[in-house]
């Protein structure tokens, strides 16, 4: 474990860390709500965070709080991507993936009106960002677009499919 913060002696003190400008006592010692603020949160900041009360002459061994901290993280911009050929007929498969979410982003996929068109499993694997089209025709052309979703936040990207 590493110290963060303390207060002894009437002095607080926050340790050389990337956290010192960012955290501190949300309340002054005195009111004996030792609550603490982090700023600008960040993934790395996840984490397991105890708290630790030493009173003078005091026996009990109850002075221990823990506390787990996740940092959700919305997703990046995903990226979408054709695979195979589009012609009569065919199959391919349209991916989207994201390079950042916490947790892990799910993925949905839609066609664009005018004529939209919502998909499910097992054509749409939302864990993984595909939608699989099979015996495409002419009418499947149009715009594809896949929403990563987290409870962040959510990004787009859109494929234009030519049939």
């Not at 603020?37 to 630790?52: H, K, L, P, V, W």
């Not at 892990?104 to 939608?131: H, I, K, N």
């Not at 987290?150 to 234009?160: D, T």
């Amino acid at each position: 474990p590493v110290q963060f913060l303390s207060y002894l002696g009437g002095v607080v003190k926050v340790e050389e860390t990337d956290l010192k400008p960012r955290m501190g006592f949300l309340y002054p010692i005195h009111t004996r709500n030792i609550s603490v603020f982090i700023n600008a949160t960040r993934e790395q900041d996840s984490g397991q965070y105890m708290c630790t009360v030493n009173v003078v002459n005091d026996i009990l061994d109850k002075n221990v709080g823990i506390i787990n901290l996740t940092v959700l993280v919305p997703p990046a911009a995903p990226t979408c991507q054709l695979h195979g050929n589009a012609v009569v007929g065919a199959n391919v498969t349209l991916s989207c993936s994201s390079k950042k979410g916490k947790p892990s982003p799910m993925y949905q996929w839609q066609r664009e009106p005018p004529t939209l068109q919502v998909f499910f499993p097992p054509a749409q694997d939302r864990a993984r960002g595909t939608l699989k089209l099979t015996n495409l025709s002419l009418e499947m052309s149009g715009v594809y677009v896949c929403r990563a979703e987290n409870q962040a936040g959510s990004k787009n990207c859109s494929i234009v499919l030519e049939v």
